[in-house]
């Protein structure tokens, strides 16, 4: 049901299935996985001229830091916590709301976690913004979006949508290694561990997974 796997090979499958669906706009993908501790940053920030030297500090102090394609902001992977990449085609003719397509990733989260769950900035929180989605209050999810125009129907775009889940609780190596990097990149910010929530006590991660599966086939 989850899937386990390095970080760059994560990347890599979500780039394939978003050209799958841009090949095929019938296709719709689903996908759950975790892997090894990391760094996940968004390729704007390899424009940072300190970016290399940054990188190369936080591998050695055991947090190798990879690239995807989406938007958002440096956030960390390893252990409790959970992706989902869920990559789809819009209806023919229809513009991208970039509301609606957001409401399709943040939803069925937010249902999946039930009384408390709600969405928008949490100052303190990595990759803060104003979809992610919170539970109490407290960052429980950051999302990010990658949307191409679809190569089988230029009517169509084919949609990467992901979003990390804290389903234990955020690490305090992981936010001082966030922080560590944000420093090396003199990005004048720090990240609060306090601004963030994990998945309620009374739920398991596989009953989480099965009800983000009935929410997303349901959206």
Same mark, same amino acid.
């Given at each position: 049901?989850?899937?386990?796997?390095?970080?760059?090979?994560?990347?890599?499958?979500?780039?394939?299935?978003?050209?799958?669906?841009?090949?095929?706009?019938?296709?719709?993908?689903?996908?759950?996985?975790?892997?090894?501790?990391?760094?996940?940053?968004?390729?704007?920030?390899?424009?940072?001229?300190?970016?290399?030297?940054?990188?190369?500090?936080?591998?050695? $102090?055991?947090?190798?830091?990879?690239?995807? @394609?989406? #938007?958002?902001?440096?956030?960390?992977?390893?252990? +409790?916590?959970? %992706? !989902?990449?869920?990559?789809?085609?819009?209806?023919?003719?229809?513009?991208?709301?970039?509301?609606?397509?957001?409401?399709?990733?943040?939803?069925?989260? $937010?249902?999946?976690?039930?009384?408390?769950? @709600?969405? #928008?900035?949490?100052?303190?929180?990595?990759?803060? +913004?104003?979809? %992610? !989605?919170?539970?109490?209050?407290?960052?429980?999810?950051?999302?990010?979006?990658?949307?191409?125009?679809?190569?089988?129907?230029?009517?169509?775009?084919?949609?990467?949508?992901?979003?990390?889940?804290?389903?234990?609780?955020?690490?305090?190596?992981?936010?001082?290694?966030?922080?560590?990097?944000?420093?090396?990149?003199?990005?004048?910010?720090?990240?609060?561990?306090?601004?963030?929530?994990?998945?309620?006590?009374?739920?398991?991660?596989?009953?989480?997974?099965?009800?983000?599966?009935?929410?997303?086939?349901?959206?």
């Amino acid at each position: 049901m989850v899937d386990f796997l390095d970080a760059a090979d994560a990347l890599a499958r979500e780039l394939e299935l978003l050209e799958d669906v841009s090949l095929n706009p019938e296709h719709r993908h689903l996908w759950f996985w975790e892997c090894p501790r990391c760094l996940v940053a968004p390729k704007n920030l390899t424009t940072n001229p300190l970016f290399e030297q940054a990188s190369h500090k936080l591998e050695t $102090e055991g947090w190798p830091v990879n690239v995807r @394609s989406t #938007g958002g902001d440096v956030t960390p992977q390893g252990a +409790g916590i959970l %992706n !989902v990449s869920h990559v789809y085609a819009t209806r023919s003719g229809t513009p991208v709301d970039l509301k609606q397509e957001y409401d399709r990733l943040c939803t069925p989260i $937010e249902e999946a976690l039930g009384t408390g769950a @709600s969405r #928008g900035w949490k100052p303190g929180a990595f990759c803060d +913004g104003e979809y %992610n !989605v919170q539970l109490n209050g407290l960052k429980f999810a950051g999302t990010a979006m990658r949307i191409r125009r679809s190569k089988a129907d230029r009517s169509r775009n084919a949609i990467l949508a992901h979003a990390i889940m804290l389903v234990d609780p955020v690490s305090v190596e992981a936010i001082d290694a966030i922080n560590m990097f944000l420093n090396a990149l003199s990005e004048p910010r720090q990240i609060d561990i306090a601004a963030h929530t994990s998945l309620p006590d009374a739920y398991t991660k596989d009953t989480f997974v099965g009800n983000l599966i009935t929410a997303f086939l349901g959206c």
